[in-house]
C-alpha cells in the first residue's frame, strides 16, 4: 500500500503553539520568536507547506481516528487493556486521558485534539502564505483549495468528537493569537461549510491523475454533504451526496469485498473516495489497524506480518447480518495459522470463546502496520441521501432509490414497502452499520442521533457483560493537559 506524499512535520511556525503549550503558565516574556519570512517564497515552499498540513492524518489515523469511536459503540470492542478499554467501559481518569498512563495518548482523544490542532495552524499557513507564493496561479489554486478542505475536515472532526471547540482560521503568529477561546458547535460548522465552498471552487474534479490521498471537487462535496447530515441541514446533505453521485466520477465496486482487498486497491479507488493511503516499506508511515484486528502472535499470514489479537467483533453485531449479506464475509470465526491449520472460533482469543475477526484491514504482504484507512467512501453518498431524503419527505420512492444500491451491492433484497418515515431512517442507519463496521463511523450515528443512550447497554458479551454509559459521554471530554495549557479553553460543561 501507498502513503499519499511523503510527510514533512511541518514548516517551524508550528513549534511557536508548542511553545506556549508548554509555558503559558510562567510569567517571563518570550525573548524569541520563529518567523517566516523567508519561506513561501517559491513553488516548492507551497508544496512542501501543504504536504505538512496533511502531516497531521498519519497521527490521527494511526488508529485514535476509527478506534475512540468504534471501542465506544455496539461493534467492536478491545482485549481488556487498561486504557484501550476506557471507552468501551466509558471510565476516565482524573486527566480524562487514561491513556497518557499507559503510553498510549496515540490511541486517544487527546490524540485527536493534537493532531487536528497541527493540521489547521498547518493549513492556516497555507491559507495565509501561499496566495502571495510566485508559482503557476493554477497549481496555487489547487492548494489553496486542499489547505480549505483540510481545514473544514480538522475542525469537523473536532466537532463530533467534543462539540464546542476552538476556530482557528489564523496562523499562530504570535502567543496572542495562539490562545483562542471555544465557540458554539452551530459556528463550528459553519466555518466548516465556509471552507468547503472555498475547496469546491478551488479543487480539481476526479480524475486518476490526482495523487493518491489528495482530495477532489467530489470529495469536498461529500465532506459537505456529511458534515450536514450531523447538523441536521438536510436540504444542503441531499443536495450535495446527490452532486457526487451524478457527477459519475465514483462508482461501487462489483464485489464489496475488493474494496479492502491489497492487491486491487488502486482499482478500489473508483469507490474509495479518500483514505490514509499507507505505505508498505520500511520506513513508512502506516496505521496499526491490521495488527490489532489480526489474530494474536501473528499466528495468521493472511492478516499481516505482525497481529497481536486485541479488537475483535461482537457476536451480536455478526449474528446481525443476514447470512446473504456479502459484506459479511469481512467478518469470520476461524481462521488458517502459520501451520495450514483452521483455528476455530473458541480459540481464536483466551478472552472469549465467541471471537469474531475483522477481515478490512489484513495485509499480508506488509512487513509492519500498515493498512489503508477509508475516510470517504461512495456507499455514504447513498446512504446519506437516502436518510436526508426521508428526513426531508418520508419514505419516498426517492429515498428507497438511494439503499437500494447500497443493498443490491451487498446480495440483500429491497426493504419491505411502505415502511412509515421513522422506520425507514432506522433502517439507513442499520444499513450504515453494516457497511461501514470498523470504518470509525458507527459511533458517530449513535451520537448525532442521540440513541447510543439506548443501543450501547444491550452491546455486551462475556467479556464486557456491563457497559453503562451517561448521557455526558455523547463527547469526549476535552483532556485535561489542554485545558491547563490554553487559559481561555474551559471544559465541557458535562465534564466539568
Not at 469 to 476: A, E, I, M, V
Amino acid at each position: 500500500m501507498r502513503y499519499f506524499a511523503k510527510i514533512i512535520l511541518g514548516v517551524g511556525v508550528a513549534h511557536l503553539l508548542l511553545m506556549h503549550t508548554a509555558c503559558n503558565k510562567l510569567t517571563e516574556a518570550p525573548y524569541s520568536s520563529i518567523f517566516t519570512d523567508g519561506f513561501y517564497k517559491t513553488a516548492a515552499d507551497a508544496e512542501g507547506a501543504i504536504t505538512a498540513a496533511y502531516g497531521p492524518l498519519a497521527g490521527l489515523y494511526n488508529t485514535a481516528g476509527t478506534c475512540a469511536g468504534d471501542l465506544s459503540s455496539d461493534q467492536i470492542y478491545p482485549r481488556p487493556v487498561v486504557g484501550r478499554d476506557t471507552y468501551t467501559l466509558f471510565s476516565y481518569d482524573p486527566n480524562y486521558t487514561t491513556q497518557k498512563s499507559f503510553a498510549r495518548v496515540f490511541e486517544s482523544p487527546q490524540n485527536i485534539w493534537q493532531a487536528c490542532y497541527a493540521g489547521i495552524e498547518n493549513a492556516n499557513w497555507v491559507i495565509y502564505k501561499v496566495p502571495t507564493t510566485a508559482m503557476d496561479p493554477v497549481r496555487r489554486d489547487i492548494i489553496l483549495g486542499e489547505a480549505f478542505f483540510l481545514r473544514a475536515f480538522y475542525h469537523w472532526t473536532l466537532a463530533k468528537n467534543f462539540r464546542d471547540v476552538v476556530i482557528k482560521v489564523s496562523p499562530s503568529i504570535n502567543i496572542d493569537s495562539a490562545i483562542v477561546p471555544k465557540s458554539p458547535e452551530a459556528d463550528v460548522y459553519k466555518q466548516v461549510f465556509a471552507d468547503l465552498d472555498q475547496a469546491v471552487l478551488k479543487l480539481p474534479t476526479y480524475t486518476s491523475a490526482i495523487q493518491k490521498g489528495r482530495p477532489s471537487k467530489e470529495v469536498a462535496m461529500a465532506l459537505y454533504a456529511k458534515a450536514a447530515l450531523y447538523i441536521g441541514k438536510w436540504d444542503i446533505a441531499l443536495e450535495k451526496a446527490q452532486a457526487v453521485i451524478a457527477s459519475g466520477k465514483y462508482t461501487l465496486m462489483p464485489d464489496v469485498t475488493d474494496v479492502y482487498n491489497v492487491s486491487k486497491e488502486d482499482a478500489a479507488r473508483q469507490e474509495n473516495m479518500w483514505a490514509l493511503e499507507c505505505e508498505s516499506a520500511v520506513p513508512g508511515f502506516g496505521a496499526q489497524l491490521n495488527s490489532l484486528y489480526g489474530p494474536k502472535n501473528s499466528d495468521a499470514p493472511a492478516y499481516g506480518a505482525a497481529t497481536y489479537g486485541s479488537l475483535f467483533v461482537y457476536q451480536s453485531f455478526f449474528d446481525s447480518f443476514n447470512p446473504a449479506d456479502k459484506r459479511r464475509k469481512l467478518l469470520d470465526t476461524n481462521y488458517i495459522n502459520k501451520l495450514g491449520q483452521v483455528v476455530q472460533q473458541k480459540d481464536i482469543t483466551p478472552v472469549t470463546k465467541k471471537g469474531v475477526l475483522l477481515k478490512k484491514y489484513m495485509d499480508p504482504v506488509s512487513p509492519g502496520n500498515a493498512s489503508n484507512v477509508p475516510i470517504f467512501r461512495l456507499p455514504d453518498m447513498y446512504l446519506i441521501a437516502a436518510e436526508a431524503a426521508a428526513r426531508i419527505s418520508g419514505a419516498t420512492a426517492q429515498a428507497y432509490g438511494f439503499i437500494k444500491v447500497v443493498r443490491d451491492r451487498a446480495g440483500l433484497p429491497d426493504l419491505s414497502s411502505g415502511l412509515a418515515q421513522q422506520p425507514f431512517i432506522d433502517s439507513v442507519l442499520r444499513e450504515r452499520s453494516w457497511e461501514f463496521f470498523g470504518e470509525g463511523d458507527r459511533w458517530y450515528d449513535l451520537t448525532r442521533t442521540n440513541t447510543f443512550m439506548q443501543v450501547i447497554p444491550n452491546a455486551v458479551n462475556d467479556v464486557y457483560p456491563v457497559r453503562q454509559p451517561q448521557p455526558r459521554n455523547r463527547y469526549f471530554p476535552i483532556p485535561l493537559d489542554e485545558v491547563n495549557a490554553n487559559n481561555k479553553l474551559e471544559q465541557n460543561p458535562d465534564w466539568k
